[in-house]
């Protein structure tokens, strides 16, 4: 995917969200965030936009730092998604301006530090798209290699990092297997860690399907639904305890 295919996914998703928002109460929980509810998320995720459009267009002042001050004094419930729409279209605009050699703090490995914002923001926001969606019940199916690209970056960009909690004292093998787009990810997990190979092998347990249902399964926001799953169910049960990214 291309950073112009990112912003468009950016753009697409986030608007996705305030038009579900709007047909929502702010005091919805979100079944897929035990403890949110509407608000919170609208909340949080501009935080987010806010925070990665400073870290783009204000290098100098960008951190590793708490991102729930990004938007200063929270918004009144009925000014709360109109504040979610204007952090959104300003990382949009900060997205498509950005030069193609943008110098500015990043944290996961990119071919460019744009490139790496661009891809964060449009998974970032696909994936709270998820969870807006799932207070209705129905959530909207991913393209294929869109998804796809989705379960790379939480696999090789989080789970792999030295960082990473997702370890076993007990060798375990999680095999993915894409049926489309084609694709295999071997997870080997250990006691320093997990390492992901894109290539198949024996595995402890294998989870099939397309890339749409793999995406928001991996990153524990849906069922097993159109996912066929063979062997130790164990191994998912430790994916779901420690494979959340958490902001720390």
């Given amino acids: 995917m291309q950073i112009d295919d990112y912003i468009a996914a950016v753009r ?6 305030a038009v579900t928002s709007e047909t929502l109460s702010l005091d919805d929980p979100i079944p897929t965030c035990p ?6 998320l609208l909340r949080h995720l501009s935080s987010v936009h806010r ?33 979610f729409r204007e952090g959104h279209a300003a990382l949009v605009r900060a997205l498509e301006t950005a030069p193609p ?10 071919p460019s530090p744009l490139a790496f914002w661009a891809r964060r923001q449009a998974h970032e926001t696909a994936i709270h798209r ?32 030295p960082q990473g909690k997702l370890r076993s004292p007990v060798p ?3 095999l993915l297997y894409s049926v ?5 990810r071997l997870i080997s997990i250990g006691e320093s860690g997990a390492t992901i190979q894109r290539a198949s092998g024996t595995a ?14 991996l990153w524990n926001r849906s069922n097993e639904a159109g996912l066929q799953i063979v062997g130790d169910r164990g191994v998912l049960d430790l994916w779901r305890d420690r494979s959340p990214v958490t902001w720390s």
């Fill in 35 to 40: 403890g949110w509810q509407v608000r919170d």
């Fill in 12 to 17: 697409r998703e986030g608007e996705l969200i």
């Fill in 172 to 174: 375990q093998r999680l």
């Fill in 51 to 83: 925070w990665a459009t400073e870290a783009i267009t204000r290098p100098a002042h960008a951190s590793f730092g708490a991102i729930e001050d990004r938007g200063g004094p929270w918004p009144a419930d009925d000014e709360l998604i109109a504040w």
């Fill in 180 to 184: 489309d787009p084609p694709a295999r």
């Fill in 204 to 217: 402890d347990c294998t989870v099939a399907g397309r890339a749409p249902e793999l995406y928001p399964f």
């Fill in 130 to 161: 998820a969870d807006i969606e799932s207070v209705r019940g129905a959530i909207s199916p991913y393209d294929p290699e869109f998804a796809l690209d989705g379960v790379d970056e939480l696999l090789f960009g989080f789970v792999a990092r």
């Fill in 101 to 110: 050699d943008l110098d500015c703090w990043y944290f996961l490995p990119a």
